[in-house]
C-alpha cells in the first residue's frame, strides 16, 4: 500500500528518532569527541562526492540566466534577512530570544542543494538554470553566509579563534575544499557517482542525521529541554510556517512580476525559497564554536522539513500541468 503524501518521509522519520536518541542516550565524553570526528568526515566526503557529481557541462549551460541567478540570490540572502528581521516584534515574544536567534541564523543560510533541482526537475522547470544557482548559492555561502551572521546576530569574535576571516577560511577548508577536490576527482570517478547516485543520498542524510545527534546530544545534557517549553515549540512551528509562507508568496510575486517564463518561475520558487540543512549545521559548529547549538539548530530542523513537505505537494502540482511537447489528442 502506498504511503500518503500527508505522512512523514523516511527521512523526517529518522530525524526524529534521532532526537529521541540524543535525548534518551546522549553521547558523553570520549564517545561525543569519536562522534563529533566521524561527523566531520562524513560531512566532507558529503562534499566531496556533490563536487564529483555537478557535471561541469550543466553549470555552464545554466550559468549563462544571470537575471534568473540574481534574482535567486536576491531572496536568498537579502530577502530572508529582512523577513526575519521584520518578524523580531512578532517572534521574540512567541518563541524568545534564543529561537529568535536560531530564526536569524536560518534567514542567512545558502539555498538548498539536491532537493531545490530535485523539486524543480519534478515540477519540468528550469533544470540546468536549478542545478547553476543551488550548486553556486552553497559555494557562496560560504562567504556571505558568515558575513550574514555577523550583521543579524553580532557573533564576530565567537567564531573559531575569534574573527570572521577565521570562520570563513574553516567553513571554506571543511565544504568548499572537499567539493573543489570533488570537481577535480569527477574526472576519473564521475561516471561511478552518477551511477550510484542514490547512495549520495543516505550519505547526505547520514551525515545531517550524524551532526543532529551530536549536537542535540551536547544540547540535552546543557539542559535543552528545560530551555524549550511545549508551547514555545508550537510557536516555532507557526513562526517557520509564516516564514516559509512568505518566502514561497514572494518569490512567485517576484518571478511573475519580472516576467519570467512559466520553467524560470518554477526554478525561481524553489531554489529561492529553501535553506540547507546539509550546510547550515556543520557551518553553526564553525560560526558558534563552544556553545550549545541546540536550540539554535531547532528552527533549520522545522524550517527544513515543513520546505520538504509544502515543496513536494507544489512540484507535484506543477507536474500535473499538460506538457507542451507533447503531441495534441
Not at 512523514?8 to 522519520?13: A, E, G, K, Q
Not at 565524553?29 to 563529533?36: D, E, K, S, Y
Not at 539536491?114 to 523539486?119: E, K, V
Not at 517576484?254 to 535553506?275: A, Q, V
Request: charged share 10%; glycine share 8%; net charge positive.
Amino acid at each position: 500500500m502506498a504511503r500518503s503524501r500527508l505522512l512523514p518521509d523516511n527521512f523526517t522519520l529518522s530525524l526524529v528518532a534521532v532526537v529521541a536518541l540524543a535525548t534518551l542516550l546522549p553521547a558523553r565524553g570520549n564517545v561525543a569527541v569519536a562522534f563529533g570526528w566521524i561527523t566531520n568526515l562524513g560531512i566532507a566526503l558529503l562534499f566531496f562526492l556533490h563536487g564529483a557529481k555537478l557535471s561541469r557541462e550543466a553549470v555552464l549551460a545554466g550559468a549563462s540566466h544571470v537575471r534568473l541567478h540574481l534574482l535567486i540570490f536576491a531572496c536568498t540572502f537579502g530577502l530572508f534577512p529582512l523577513l526575519g528581521l521584520a518578524l523580531r516584534p512578532v517572534l521574540t515574544p512567541l518563541v524568545g530570544p534564543e529561537l529568535h536567534r536560531g530564526v536569524l541564523y536560518l534567514c542567512a543560510l545558502p539555498a538548498t542543494v539536491q532537493s531545490a533541482i530535485a523539486f524543480t526537475s519534478l515540477a519540468r522547470g528550469n533544470i540546468p538554470a536549478a542545478i547553476c544557482s543551488a550548486a553556486a548559492s552553497s559555494l557562496f555561502g560560504v562567504f556571505v553566509t558568515p558575513l550574514l551572521v555577523t550583521l543579524l546576530l553580532g557573533v564576530s569574535g565567537e567564531a573559531g579563534s575569534g574573527s570572521l576571516l577565521d570562520a570563513i577560511l574553516k567553513i571554506g577548508a571543511q565544504l568548499l575544499l572537499p567539493f573543489a577536490l570533488g570537481q577535480v576527482a569527477r574526472t576519473w570517478i564521475g561516471g561511478w557517482v552518477t551511477r550510484h547516485k542514490d547512495w549520495l543520498k543516505y550519505v547526505d542524510q547520514s551525515s545531517i542525521l550524524l551532526v543532529v545527534y551530536t549536537a542535540f546530544s551536547a544540547a540535552v545534557i546543557n539542559g535543552l529541554w528545560q530551555q524549550v517549553a511545549p508551547l514555545t515549540l508550537l510557536g516555532l512551528a507557526v513562526s517557520c510556517c509564516v516564514l516559509l509562507a512568505l518566502a514561497l508568496l514572494a518569490t512567485h510575486l517576484l518571478g511573475t512580476w519580472l516576467g519570467f517564463s512559466l520553467e524560470d518561475r518554477i526554478t525561481i520558487l524553489f531554489c529561492g525559497s529553501k535553506k540547507s540543512l546539509a550546510t547550515g549545521v556543520p557551518m553553526a559548529q564553525v560560526l558558534f564554536a563552544g556553545q550549545t547549538l541546540g536550540v539554535l539548530l531547532l528552527p533549520l530542523m522545522l524550517f527544513h522539513q515543513l520546505q520538504l513537505m509544502v515543496c513536494a505537494v507544489l512540484a507535484q502540482r506543477f507536474a500535473r500541468r499538460p506538457d507542451p511537447a507533447a503531441p495534441a489528442a
